[in-house]
């Protein structure tokens, strides 16, 4: 069985970035959560069955250009 990727666009909004206009580590976190988030939607994985789980890992590739 063939592996599945799972990407999506962000813009990175003047709030996400610190005054020096770079993601700060936190951001990114969060940035990753709302990716993460996005893929449990489209695999229709609801909040009730991840509530359920124990923890969940997932590996992620942030590519950012500048």
């Known amino acids: 069985m063939a592996a599945n990727i ?5 813009q990175i909004l003047f709030y996400e970035t610190d005054r020096t ?3 700060t580590p936190g951001m ?3 940035i990753l ?4 988030q996005d893929q449990s ?3 229709g994985l ?5 509530s359920c789980a124990r923890f969940r890992l ?4 942030a590519l950012i250009d500048h």
């Open 6 to 10: 799972f990407s999506e666009k962000h």
């Open 21 to 23: 206009r770079r993601v």
């Open 28 to 30: 990114l976190v969060n």
């Open 33 to 36: 959560m709302l990716a993460s």
């Open 41 to 43: 939607d489209e695999l």
């Open 46 to 50: 609801t909040s009730q069955k991840n």
């Open 58 to 61: 997932g590996c992620y590739a």
